[in-house]
């Protein structure tokens, strides 16, 4: 027995991270509540639990998601299961005491529904002496903003995965300021370094959810006086050329216009399934809607991403990742007179041909 129990004390964060991994990848809800208790009572801290098994897993779900490894259905199976492992961790710590530190509210904007990163922050805040409302995915903004006014939070944490939804989480920044709510913003979208935090007026950036806690504790999060602040577009001057709002407003028909130009120029569209062809007209609507993004905050580097990511999933799975650059051939077609548009899409070609060259090199090493 004595040796059992020196085995568990003495294994590290990261060997639980790898049993946890495992059980997520064989859907094992039972296995994977279990673990985490067991990681709890062999020595770890909550907040190890939550940031150095739980989340580092659930990283790695993602990316098997986007090698092909793992289904859609299989990834949400683990999504989920991981949700549950957070509650587990929530109940082992049920008789804490209540939160002294201050108020926070922490809430997905509106479309965004990766909720478990804004959870982790949620619930390391709560471990960490601050009273939580967590609010959860896809918070309408009105709803939100009645919360605020209801409950009067020190601050309101956003949380962000998807860059398409950077002009709405920039219209709940402000709307949240107006209020008079300081807001502190995370996720993805927002860029490794916060760049389009600071370009949207945000009052503050955290990379994860522990430089969310320090920033919260070394210093007070507040939204400083601008006399501009009813502006929600102070900052983006370029937007006065209307290519945003005019993309945003034919959206639909440039993804039909590009849906009918791939099909002439790529005649084995012409044989797909009807699954196939409605996964090609997700895959259209998502090249525009990173465009229309990368348009609203004047970045390139928004599409360029996505489409290099995007190149990677597609050459994991054995698609040929050129037709990015016919899809993007075919709507500059349809923009001569965009010249933003144009030359954001230029930058992205560039983007997708140093994947794919990056991936037959990987290719080449492999067969090697």
Same mark, same amino acid.
């Given at each position: 027995?004595t ?5 568990v ?14 059980a ?20 770890l801290s ?6 150095q ?31 549950? #492992?957070v ?19 922490? #809430? ?32 309408p903004?009105p ?13 309101v944490?956003?949380?962000? *995965? $998807? ?6 989480a ?28 600071r ?16 920033? $919260? ?30 993309? *945003? ?12 130009? $791939?099909? #002439? ?29 990368? $348009?609203?905050?004047?970045? #390139? ?9 995007? *190149? ?37 070609? *560039? ?18």
């Amino acid at each position: 027995m004595t040796g059992q129990l020196h085995a568990v004390d003495t294994r590290t964060p990261a060997d639980w991270c790898e049993d946890f991994f495992a059980a997520l990848a064989d859907m094992d809800e039972y296995l994977a509540t279990e673990l985490v208790g067991r990681a709890l009572d062999g020595g770890l801290s909550p907040q190890q639990v939550l940031l150095q098994v739980i989340a580092p897993a659930q990283a790695k779900v993602g990316a098997e998601w986007a090698g092909g490894r793992f289904t859609v259905a299989r990834e949400h199976a683990a999504t989920a299961i991981s949700d549950r #492992a957070v509650a587990a961790v929530t109940r082992h710590r049920v008789n804490r005491a209540p939160g002294t530190r201050g108020r926070v509210t922490v #809430a997905c904007v509106d479309g965004e529904w990766h909720a478990l990163p804004a959870r982790l922050v949620a619930e390391t805040l709560g471990l960490r002496g601050w009273q939580v409302d967590f609010l959860g995915a896809h918070v309408p903004t009105p709803h939100l903003i009645a919360h605020l006014h209801a409950t009067g939070p020190d601050v309101v944490a956003l949380s962000c *995965s $998807l860059a398409t939804r950077l002009p709405t989480a920039h219209a709940t920044i402000t709307a949240c300021q107006a209020a008079g709510i300081p807001v502190l913003v995370g996720g993805a979208a927002f860029g490794p370094d916060g760049r389009y935090a600071r370009l949207l007026g945000a009052d503050a950036w955290a990379r994860d959810a522990d430089s969310a806690v320090a920033r $919260l504790e070394e210093q007070p999060v507040v939204t400083p006086v601008h006399p501009e602040l009813g502006d929600p577009f102070t900052g983006l001057p370029h937007l006065i050329d209307q290519e945003y709002t005019l993309l *945003s407003r034919n959206r639909r028909q440039l993804v039909e216009q590009a849906m009918t130009g $791939l099909e #002439a120029r790529l005649p084995v569209m012409r044989t797909y399934s009807d699954r196939q062809h409605e996964r090609t007209h997700e895959d259209v609507g998502h090249i525009v809607d990173f465009l229309i993004t990368a $348009l609203y905050v004047d970045q #390139a580097q928004v599409l360029a991403d996505f489409l290099a990511w995007t *190149s990677d999933i597609l050459d994991a799975r054995n698609v040929p990742s050129r037709s990015l650059l016919t899809a993007l051939d075919i709507i500059a077609d349809q923009l001569p007179d965009f010249p933003r548009t144009l030359a954001i899409i230029d930058t992205s070609r *560039s983007a997708v041909a140093t994947a794919s060259t990056t991936a037959r090199g990987r290719t080449t090493e492999d067969n090697v």
